[in-house]
């Protein structure tokens, strides 16, 4: 089916340990985004990625990695997971100057 | 920070009433978009105004945009319950980043 799907819905992990969250598009869009949910907070930019091969830092990218070989495929990363980065996760995706199709989210505790 | 900030942070009206919320920003854009979000789902994209436009609108939604005074406004007229949720203001200043304010909630009571 046609839409943006993350992976996984839920995920506990421990401090230390390293995480990967998947992102999968099929619209091929030239754009794909991370971003972090947290009360207060609203939503933050993790990292984003104009193309394939191309990504770049958002506001608060310390901790994380990504990687976009792939146009469809933008996962991200936590190298070593803190307490801080328990959060909700958001994939999106979308063409120049378009609005953003978000994912359903992965909700991400680190214990 | 270039986050754009939601007034009132939330709002609670009856069926059938206008809501309007309303975003400031604090330097110049080039887009604006709205979102809503429903409780524990992802957000859905509303509307999206570019700086040279004054006002848009898509079904019961109204937006406006004010670049002199850095200002946007959501109207969702005639209210449902289905209304219900948080709705949120994100602004890029170039290029397709864009960052998001922290949200008004809307409870619209049946």
């Known amino acids: 089916d046609a839409g943006i799907t993350q992976s996984p819905r839920y995920k506990i992990t421990e401090t230390g340990r390293q995480v990967t969250l998947m992102c999968h598009q099929t619209?091929?869009?030239?754009?794909m985004f991370w971003y972090r949910q947290d009360l207060g907070h609203g939503l933050r930019l993790i990292y984003y990625?104009?193309?394939?091969?191309?990504?770049d830092k958002g506001e608060v990218p310390d901790g994380y990695v990504v990687s976009r070989s792939k146009t469809e495929n933008f996962p991200l990363t936590l190298e070593s997971a803190t307490r801080s980065q328990t959060s909700v996760y958001f994939c999106?995706?979308?063409?120049?100057?378009?609005?953003?199709?978000f994912g359903s989210g992965t909700r991400l505790t680190v214990v | 920070s270039q986050q754009g900030e939601e007034d009132p942070q939330a709002l609670s009206i009856q069926e059938g009433e206008n809501a309007t919320m309303n975003c400031s920003y604090k330097t110049s854009i080039n887009n604006l978009q709205w979102y809503r979000q429903n409780s524990g789902r992802g957000l859905v994209h509303l509307i999206l105004?570019?700086?040279?436009?004054r006002e848009k609108h898509s079904g019961r939604l109204r937006v406006t945009l004010d670049t002199s005074k850095k200002s946007s406004s959501l109207l969702i007229t005639a209210s449902r319950a289905a209304d219900t949720a948080s709705y949120f203001c994100a602004t890029a200043r170039t290029g397709n980043q864009f960052y998001f304010g922290t949200g008004t909630s809307l409870t619209v009571i049946p």
């Open positions: 999106a995706s979308s063409g120049t100057g378009e609005g953003y199709t």
């Open positions: 105004i570019r700086s040279n436009e």
């Open positions: 990625s104009a193309a394939a091969d191309i990504t």
């Open positions: 619209w091929s869009h030239s754009y």
